[in-house]
């Protein structure tokens, strides 16, 4: 039942819901959440995100598949992007359905607590004023890891 997509390319928010409901008499509830590259401070040109292909979508069909065991999910689509993503564009896509709105909203915050702080990818900050080359990789965050701590 889930979908999930780890692509360079952009995507449309509302067509993605749109492919979610179609045609569902069932759906309830629809819970969305979308992660856009966030330039603190005007000096970011780029994050760059990288992944190891095919275990970054295995790993992340293992934890919507663990969703769809907690809670009485319709739909559950996850989309993130590689590649060099510039301010204010998407970054990631969770969607989440169901008949009833708790479950729904569950589900989207669980799966981006594991997005957050297990998803195989790695990210680094390329700077406007940095050196030919140059880049800060992205740590995790103490907050990220309590947040997920909680569905343990």
Known sequence: MASVSVRADDYDTAAEIAAVTAGRTDVGAVVTFSGLCRDDGGTLEALEIEHYPGMAEAE???VCAEAEARWPLQAC?????HGAIRPGENI???VTASAHRVAAFAAADFLMDYLKSEAPFWKRNRRR????GEADWVAPKASD???????R
Do not use: F, K, S, T
């Open 77 to 81: 689509r996850v989309i993130h992007r």
């Open 129 to 132: 004023d940095a050196a030919a």
């Open 60 to 62: 992340i069909g293992r």
């Open 92 to 94: 990631v896509l969770v």
């Open 145 to 151: 890891e309590a947040a997920l701590d909680r569905w």
